[in-house]
T-cell receptor
Framework: DTAVSQTPKYLVTQMGNDKSIKCEQN?????MYWYKQDSKKFLKIMFS???????INETVPNRFSPKSPDKAHLNLHINSLELGDSAVYFC????????????FGQGTRLTVV | AQSVTQLDSQVPVFEEAPVELRCNYS??????LFWYVQYPNQGLQLLLK??????LVESINGFEAEFNKSQTSFHLRKPSVHISDTAEYFC??????????FGTGTRLQVFP
């Protein structure tokens, strides 16, 4: 069973489109995250939710909007995609917001053309 | 605020040679320290972690790291690497009051 699963794995889209990435965890964790990994492999946190409540919102364009319908799901919607949004997006979860250990999904490679 | 620095962006080594990947952190509070590994086209996997207690922690595949509070370091070592260890390695730090922060990663390339 996959602990943290995200779909799709690959996403190729044109500039200006709107797209969503879905994430689900079956670990019973309270906290979920979205990270962005750029072409140089640098990992940066974007958002974190604890029990469906937003607790971390880094400096991210408001074109990015996370949604957590329940604590097992954290989706990422991106409006008006730009070339610079091309990256690998990772979903992760941890037991609580204190980050003792994070479990990562396989990533979604987003390519904006 | 806390931070983590990985001094080496790439470390090339030959198979069966020892390796050390360096990690230094900065924090004003007690920290939790982690090493994650990312194999090509995959997500990150936890390799080992220091939360408290013994300062030397080990992974199941032969890696070890030592928490050195005086030098604020958490270097990753392996006495003999394999081709399959080729991957990107990320050091990370968190605490009871701060989110998990990753270093910029070190690419370990093992050559036959």
């Amino acid at each position: 069973d996959t602990a943290v699963s995200q779909t799709p794995k690959y996403l190729v889209t044109q500039m200006g489109n709107d797209k969503s990435i879905k994430c689900e965890q079956n670990l019973g964790h309270d906290t979920m995250y979205w990270y962005k990994q750029d072409s140089k492999k640098f990992l940066k946190i974007m958002f974190s939710y604890n029990n469906k409540e937003l607790i971390i919102n880094e400096t991210v364009p408001n074109r990015f909007s996370p949604k957590s319908p329940d604590k097992a799901h954290l989706n990422l919607h991106i409006n008006s995609l730009e070339l610079g949004d091309s990256a690998v997006y990772f979903c992760a979860s941890s037991q609580d917001w204190k980050n003792t250990e994070a479990f990562f999904g396989q990533g979604t490679r987003l390519t904006v053309v | 605020a806390q931070s983590v620095t990985q001094l080496d962006s790439q470390v090339p080594v030959f198979e069966e040679a020892p390796v050390e990947l360096r990690c230094n952190y900065s924090s004003s509070v007690s920290v939790y320290l982690f090493w994650y590994v990312q194999y090509p086209n995959q997500g990150l996997q936890l390799l080992l972690k220091y939360l408290s207690g013994s300062t030397l922690v080990e992974s199941i595949n032969g890696f070890e790291a030592e928490f050195n509070k005086s030098q604020t370091s958490f270097h990753l070592r392996k006495p003999s690497v394999h081709i399959s260890d080729t991957a990107e390695y990320f050091c990370a730090v968190s605490s009871n009051t701060d989110k998990l922060i990753f270093g910029t990663g070190t690419r370990l390339q093992v050559f036959p």
